[in-house]
């Protein structure tokens, strides 16, 4: 099993910055791919950014530009988001696919109101 957990959401402004966490935890191999994923209220989960292989990495056509993906180690992903505007509004869920699974965190919430 394997346990993610997110942290850094919160409430900002239009253009502002904000940087988001995933922490893993469990039966962790050094293989994986890790990612996020975003759900405003009312609609379906979208793609954020994922990992698809070892050298590339998908964005959501709507964040291409703004937000970017990191690593430091196979236990973490970050997600920093600039430009930011009101329609990404939603809860943010960091996700990890290894030894043929897929985890999912329990989201956390980032506004950015007018």
């Known amino acids: 099993q394997v346990q993610l957990v997110e942290s850094g959401g919160g409430l900002v402004q239009p253009g502002e910055s904000l940087r988001l966490s995933c922490a893993a935890s469990?039966?962790?191999?050094?293989?994986?791919?890790m990612g996020w994923y975003r759900q405003a209220p009312g609609k379906e989960r979208e793609l954020v950014a994922i990992?698809?292989?070892?050298?590339?990495i998908e964005y959501g056509d709507s964040v291409k530009g703004r937000f970017t993906i990191s690593r430091t180690n196979p236990k973490n992903i970050f997600l920093q988001m600039s430009s930011l505007k009101p329609e990404d509004t939603a809860v943010y869920y960091c996700?990890?696919?290894?030894?043929?699974?897929?985890?999912w965190g329990q989201g956390t919430q980032v506004t950015v109101y007018s």
């Open positions: 990992e698809r292989n070892l050298y590339t």
């Open positions: 996700t990890m696919i290894v030894g043929g699974s897929q985890y």
């Open positions: 469990g039966n962790i191999f050094s293989r994986n791919f």
